[in-house]
């Protein structure tokens, strides 16, 4: 886990993770591929095959051009650096325990749209409308 951030640590992630596809599958119109990070296939590897069109193994670099949209469940991730450097759509899941310097924040927020989670009892909880709201609004 991140000293700064208890709550993102590799299972509670991949929950959050899990519960994010549930909910993603639910929405019409996409198609959602999900990118395993390569320190997690040993523990995820089947778990997220009915949630997704298809579990990704490559690295990030080699299949982003595939896509057109990038969903990152943590601000944690090597991906953001490689994503902000794309010209792809990005959105981002943050929640208040992240403590973002002003400056910081500020440039996310030209690159990425930024959907808020809360957490309770240190699980994710996103707000539904608000991810799909973000989503139909870069899908257009």
């Not at 119109?29 to 040993?42: A, G, S």
């Amino acid at each position: 886990f991140y000293i700064d951030a208890p709550s993102y640590y590799a299972m509670k992630v991949l929950k959050f993770e899990y519960d994010l596809l549930k909910l993603l599958r639910k929405f019409s119109n996409i198609e959602v591929f999900y990118k395993i990070h390569p320190d997690r296939i040993k523990e995820a590897k089947n778990i997220f095959d009915n949630f997704c069109k298809k579990v990704v193994y490559e690295k990030f670099e080699k299949i982003y051009s595939n896509y057109d949209v990038i969903l990152l469940p943590t601000p944690f991730s090597t991906i953001l650096g490689l994503s902000l450097e794309t010209k792809k759509k990005i959105i981002l899941i943050n929640t208040k325990e992240i403590k973002w310097f002003k400056e910081d924040l500020n440039k996310i927020k030209k690159k990425c749209f930024i959907v808020n989670a809360d957490l309770e009892n240190a699980n994710f909880m996103i707000n539904k409308s608000s991810l799909k709201k973000t989503i139909l609004k870069i899908i257009k």
